[in-house]
C-alpha cells in the first residue's frame, strides 16, 4: 500500500468537482459529471522533473491513467570529469569480491566502461552483486550478469542491512554517483570491508529548465496539481531552479506559487530532503519504485 503522510484524497465539493488536498487546500480538477474516460488522474496535472532520458517511463504511466503530464526535468545527468579512477577498478575486478551499484545510471555508466574497456561479462562472473531496487536489478540482468542480492527496502541502510554479515575481510566495489549519502561504505567499513567508491556519473542542476518551471507555476493553464521528485537530487535542484534558499522556503509550502500543489515522494529519504527544505511531503510511495510512486497518486486523488 502506498502512504499517504497527508490526507491528500480527492473530495468532491458542492459541485461535484473532485479536488487535490495534498496541501491542505483544495485545487479543482475535473467534474464528476464531466469525466469523460473515466481514469483515475483524469484532469490532474503532474509534473515530471526526472532527468530527460528516464522521464518517458512515469510520464507514459500517468498518462495512460488520465493525467495532463508536464515534462520539466530537476536533473541532469552528466559524465565524471574523469573515468580514470572507474577505469582502473574495472581492470582490476578479479580483487573484488562484491559489486554494489545504486542505481540504473550506475549500470550505464559502468557498462558502457566495460564496452570501451573491451572486456566481457566473464569479468564479473567471480562477483557478487547487490543491486538497489527492481530497475537496477533489471538493468544489470538485461547486460548478463547475475544479481545476488536485493535488498527488501531500497535504500543504502537496507544493503548494509543485508551485506553486513557477509563482508568481513571482503572487498566491495561500490559504483555510484559523484555526490551521494555515505551510508553503506561506512557502515561496511565497521562491519570489517575493505570499500572503494567510485564515481561513474554526477548529477548537475538543468539550468534550461528554469525559465520553464517559474512560468509553470505562475500561469493557471500549465500549474501543477502534483510535483513527484524521485530522489533527494530533484528536490535539491528543484529548489534551486526556483532561486529561492533553505530559509526563504521556512514554514511548509508557504510561498504563493507553490501553495495547494501536492508534494509526491518516491521514497523516507526523498521524503526526508524535502522537509528539510521546508517543502513538506503529502504523499509517500511505500514500494520506493516508480510503480509504487505512480500508485501513491492515484490512491492520493482516489475519492473517498
Known sequence: MSTLVKPSFARPDRRGRLSLRGSGQARASVPKGERKTGKPLEGVRVLVGRA????????????????DVLEIPFIEIRKPRSFRPLDTALKHLQSYDWLILTSVNGVEAMWERLRKLRLNKQ???HLKIAAIGPATRKAIEERGARVN????EYVAESVVK??????KGKRVLLVRAKVARDVIPRELRKAGARVDVIEAY?????TASRTRLRAAL???????DVITFTSSSTVKNFV????SGKHSLRGRKRRG??????????GPVTSATLRELHLGVDVEASQYTIPGLIKAIVTSTRPL
Open 240 to 243: 534551486s531552479l526556483l532561486g
Open 202 to 206: 554526477e548529477t548537475v542542476v538543468p
Open 52 to 67: 530527460r532520458h528516464q522521464a518517458g517511463s512515469l510520464a507514459t504511466e500517468l498518462r495512460k491513467l488520465g493525467a
Open 149 to 152: 542480492i536485493v535488498p527488501k
Open 218 to 224: 505562475k500561469n493557471a493553464k500549465t500549474r501543477p
Open 123 to 125: 569479468s564479473l562472473r
Open 162 to 167: 543485508s551485506l553486513r554479515k557477509q563482508v
Open 257 to 266: 506559487h507553490l501553495e495547494g500543489i501536492t508534494m509526491a515522494s518516491i
